[in-house]
């Protein structure tokens, strides 16, 4: 085993959010070089999955999808199949086409009209990373692609033989290597106080609330975590935080856990990953925990 | 090393705030000029004090308010040639000073952006040993204070727009004031 001597923290801008990298080892500019390349492929996500940039993949199928095949970059393919696949396995809760509601509350800008009620089943991933949609909807890959991103910058971490270290994309995050880490959790109701702190080791924590995003839309307190099926906004304010050992899979169990709440345990089992809820003012309301696997070597603790 | 000079920031950035805070110094200026610019032998400083007419154009070019006074700005040289420019800034976040530094090329294109300083007001104190106590059962408490034990932190995304805004602002700075 090498010896961890120095850590290397950087932040960058990206997603939306801040993006953070720390990571461990013996040679300081080894490190720095890995972080770099962490920070190309977190980049390349950000390229390519954004909704507010015209020329990403996103922004691309979302114009032109419905009318022809359009082939995009195999990062992005991939999002979208996983996508889909929770979609299905969540029954459409998950659903990246509620971008349509999204840009009607003014949580996405106003970039497409005459948009279909369509939904997640309209998207056909069609061989060689092309894309089509049976009806005009658009799709929002803000629940997904910053897990992904995420799991990206630890892969290229990895590859660049860094030990140990952690990815944070402003909340979603990934702990790899030996270290465990301590993770505090925002207070629902005070986001700028801590709930408390996840000691996690090996395995990714996504934490999605309504704490900043929540805003009145016609009369009624709206947010951005929807429920696909009803497209009606979920509960008042609380957090869900979900780990599992994706980060790409824990950001978009969040969403579901949301909307499910203890119903959301078939689905939390079946990808290993474990599942905490807080009440407004910070106190766990239920917390869920899978069967222990053991490619997993650490839960909720 | 994280010392903002007086002479670049308005009265309303200097304030302190009273609330105990979260702060990251992830490079000091140094390590980040060696990053954006590793060939670069000579670090040359040439910051610039705004007169009120570059205040003015540097408003109405980027539609950002010019709070700060003046620009630290240094010129990365190599073997007399110059590589580009490294711009340090200043941003308020959600509630405190957040500096960062951009890498221009010489023709003004952004090659890197780096946070140096990250810093967040955080309210009141974490009873963690009670909060664990709720759901995990009977374990020794963790005994970390504010300001030491928190390395990472999830929950709700915190907003970047105030640095992509700032980034806005350093481009119209380079046109008004180093092309």
């Known amino acids: 085993m090498r010896s961890a001597s120095n850590r290397v923290r950087r932040a960058r801008p990206s997603l939306g959010t801040f993006v953070e990298i720390t990571a461990r080892g013996d040679d300081e500019a080894k490190l720095h070089s890995a972080i770099d390349r962490a920070f190309n492929a977190i980049a390349r996500v950000d390229r390519q999955m954004s909704f507010h940039q015209s020329v990403s993949d996103v922004s691309r199928i979302n114009r032109e999808a419905f009318q022809r095949k359009v082939s995009v970059d195999p ?14 396995e969540s029954d459409g809760i998950f659903d990246i086409t509620v971008a349509r509601k999204l840009m009607q509350w003014k949580y996405l800008p106003r970039r497409y009209r005459n948009v279909s009620e369509g939904n997640w089943r309209d998207i056909v991933l069609e061989k060689n990373c092309t894309v089509r949609f049976r009806q005009r909807v658009i799709v929002d890959l803000g629940g997904i692609a910053k897990g992904f991103a995420v799991d990206r910058a630890v892969e290229a971490l990895k590859r660049a033989g860094v030990p140990s270290g952690v990815v944070n994309a402003g909340g979603d995050l990934r702990v790899f290597g030996l270290k465990s880490e301590l993770v505090h959790l925002r207070r629902p109701a005070e986001p700028m106080r801590p709930a408390g702190a996840i000691k996690l080791c090996e395995r990714a924590l996504a934490t999605s609330g309504i704490y900043f995003a929540q805003k009145r839309c016609g009369g009624a307190m709206v947010n951005s975590l929807l429920d696909g099926r009803s497209c009606r906004s979920s509960r008042e304010l609380i957090s869900v935080s979900v780990a599992a050992s994706a980060c790409m899979i824990a950001d978009a169990l969040t969403k579901i856990a949301f909307v499910l709440g203890e119903k959301s345990v078939p689905l939390l089992a079946q990808y290993h990953a474990d599942a905490l809820l807080l009440e407004c003012d910070g106190a766990p309301l239920w917390m869920f925990r899978s069967p222990c696997d053991t490619r997993d070597q650490s839960r909720f603790d | ?40 032998d000579q670090f040359v400083t040439a910051h610039v004090k705004f007169t009120p007419a570059q205040t003015k154009a540097i408003e ?21 040639k110059l590589q580009g420019f490294f711009i340090v800034d200043y941003v308020i976040g959600k509630h405190l000073v957040i500096d960062y530094a951009v890498a221009l090329s010489p023709e003004g294109t952004v090659k ?65 004031c180093l092309k």
């Open chain 2, 60 to 80: 109405a070019a980027s539609g950002e308010k010019q709070l700060l006074r003046g620009q630290e700005i240094w010129r990365a040289i190599k073997g007399g």
């Open chain 2, 112 to 176: 890197q952006l780096e946070i140096l300083n990250y810093r967040e007001s955080y309210g009141g104190e974490i009873r963690n040993a009670d909060w664990r106590k709720q759901f995990v059962g009977k374990r020794p408490g963790s005994r970390f204070a504010l300001n030491e034990g928190i390395n990472n932190i999830s929950g709700a995304t915190l907003s970047c727009r105030h640095v992509t805004d700032g980034v806005r602002r350093v481009l119209t700075t380079y046109e008004v």
């Open chain 2, 1 to 40: 090393m994280s010392q903002i000079p007086r002479w670049i920031l308005p009265a309303a950035f200097s304030v302190t705030v009273p609330l105990p805070s979260y702060a990251v110094q992830y490079l000091t200026v140094s390590q980040a000029q060696k990053l954006c610019f590793p060939q670069a």
């Open chain 1, 75 to 88: 990062w992005t393919w991939r999002v979208l199949r996983a996508a889909q696949k929770l979609s299905r």
